[in-house]
């Protein structure tokens, strides 16, 4: 109000002074009239004064509401840019969670393969060879003397149970196979001892070595017996 007041009082004024000094010039004469111009000149630059300072005020509230809105706009961008990073975050610790869940899920199924492989068998592990007797006694020492563990057992006894029944005197007159391990020919297990033929331990010693040489352990000399009938 006082910026209009400026702008349009001191204009109003201006004529209203002007027109008081037509009037008095009319009656007080030259001199009186030259006082007037004057006086009407400085308030014609009072008018313009006045102009001038509306003016720069109006051009300093521009400025100061540009720079608010600036102000509000960087602010606004700020939190653009926190809300992004923010979930661009979350994405990556999703994606890690999910990596980490899919590492354990891959391990786990390697893991359950490595043992499905390693022991093609159903049943417990023996806690020692004491659990057997007979020939099976003396094949669970051997097999632990020739460096395997004791799970490696039940493969084993599943093996040659299925040979000769631990038997090791067994004989397939079809094939010529003999002993617990079915050496084919029996020969062979002399290379172990000459008593191949009456000794279930030379018989046991011989089948080891076949087995280690050919399969790597029991449990995959029985996988390959399960899958081909023979090994």
């Known amino acids: 109000m006082s910026r209009l007041w400026s702008r349009f009082g001191a204009r109003t004024a201006a004529v209203a002074l002007l027109s008081v000094g037509v ?24 008018v313009d004064q006045a102009e001038y300072a509306y003016q720069r ?3 300093a509230d521009h400025r100061i ?4 809105q600036r102000a509000a706009e ?15 975050e979350r994405a990556r ?14 391990a786990a199924e390697a893991k359950a393969k490595a043992e499905a492989t390693a022991k093609p068998y159903a049943g417990p592990i023996p806690a020692s060879c004491s659990e057997y007797s007979g020939n099976r006694a003396i094949g669970c020492a051997l097999m632990l003397q020739e460096g395997f563990g004791i799970d490696q057992f039940p493969c084993l006894d599943k093996l040659w149970t299925r040979e000769s029944g631990w038997n090791h005197k067994a004989y397939n007159a079809g094939s010529g196979a003999y002993g617990i391990p079915q050496a ?5 297990m002399g290379s172990v001892a ?7 331990a030379t018989q046991i010693k011989w089948g080891l070595g076949y087995i280690e040489g050919r399969y790597d352990d029991p449990c995959g000399a029985w996988a390959h017996s399960e899958s081909s009938g023979w090994y």
């Open 184 to 188: 084919l020919p029996g020969s062979k």
């Open 74 to 88: 960087y602010q606004a961008r700020l939190r653009a840019a926190a809300a992004a990073q923010e979930a661009a």
């Open 57 to 59: 005020d109006r051009q």
């Open 23 to 46: 009037a008095g010039g009319f009656y007080l004469g030259e001199d009186r009239q030259t006082q007037q111009q004057g006086l009407t000149a400085q308030v014609g630059l009072e």
């Open 93 to 106: 610790e999703a994606e890690a969670a999910a990596a980490s869940r899919k590492k354990e899920r891959t």
């Open 194 to 200: 000459d008593d191949w033929k009456t000794n279930p």
């Open 65 to 68: 509401a540009s720079a608010k």
